[in-house]
């Protein structure tokens, strides 16, 4: 029940063009979805958070989508650019437990 | 401020020895967390800190894995003895709670452990 569950394992697009990953969990529990960016070398760097109070969460050209009943959320990438080829990773916690529950990450390549 | 920060960067050593890593936590972050990445596990992880004293350690694979946090601005996580299925990338982690939103972690730039 703590599992979160990411796909696709990765993910070719287009410059340009619109990357989307997506995650589910079971844990009804959870109220924090944060989404971690991580490149070769680096260790992995927030990126975008939501709390399920609302559906979207936009910052520049990421946005996370959730759907609360589905117990799902993903991330857009908009206008995908080389320098957002990385690793992704999603993840969810309880409110008040610092302890994150990782997705097994998406590994995107922007090509031009 | 400099972030979290590890030492060494990079460690190789033969089977047998002990390795120790190092971590310095961002100044004001009460948690501290160790992970370790591996292609086939993913991200895992081991044990983390709260002012101090450690809170979870299920993700501690066996006695040869210990970890210390004796002061707020310091960490270390032993192995001994290394064996080669230890290889892997180990980061350090620490973690505020931002006001409404939720405990936001920050990663170190880890350290790449090779045992021959």
């Known amino acids: 029940q703590q599992q979160v569950k990411q796909s696709p394992q990765s993910l070719i697009v287009q410059k340009g063009g619109i990357s989307i990953i997506n995650c589910a969990y079971e844990?009804?529990?959870?109220?924090?979805f944060p989404w971690y960016q991580q490149f070769p070398g680096k260790g992995p760097a927030l990126l975008i958070a939501i709390r399920p109070d609302v559906s979207e969460k936009k910052e520049g050209r990421f946005t996370i989508s959730f759907n609360k009943s589905a117990k799902q959320f993903s991330l857009h990438i908009m206008d995908s650019q080389p320098g957002d080829s990385a690793t992704y990773f999603c993840?969810?916690?309880?409110?008040?437990?610092?302890?994150?529950?990782f997705g097994t990450g998406t590994r995107l390549t922007i090509i031009p | 401020d400099a972030g979290v920060i590890q030492s060494p960067r990079h460690e190789v050593t033969e089977m047998g020895q002990e390795v120790t890593l190092r971590c310095k936590p961002i100044?004001?972050?009460?948690?501290l967390f160790w992970y370790r990445q591996t292609m086939m596990r993913g991200l895992e992880l081991l044990i983390y800190f709260n002012n101090n004293v450690p809170i979870d350690d299920s993700g501690m694979p066996e006695d040869r894995f210990s970890a210390k946090m004796p002061n707020a601005s310091f960490s270390t996580l032993k192995i001994q003895p290394s064996e080669p299925r230890d290889s892997a990338v180990y980061f350090c982690?620490?973690?505020?709670?931002?006001?409404?939103?939720?405990?936001?972690?920050?990663f170190g730039p880890g350290t790449r452990l090779t045992v021959t």
């Open positions: 100044s004001g972050h009460n948690s």
């Open positions: 844990n009804t529990a959870f109220d924090y």
């Open positions: 993840a969810a916690s309880n409110f008040g437990n610092e302890k994150l529950t």
């Open positions: 982690a620490s973690s505020f709670l931002r006001g409404g939103s939720g405990y936001e972690q920050y």
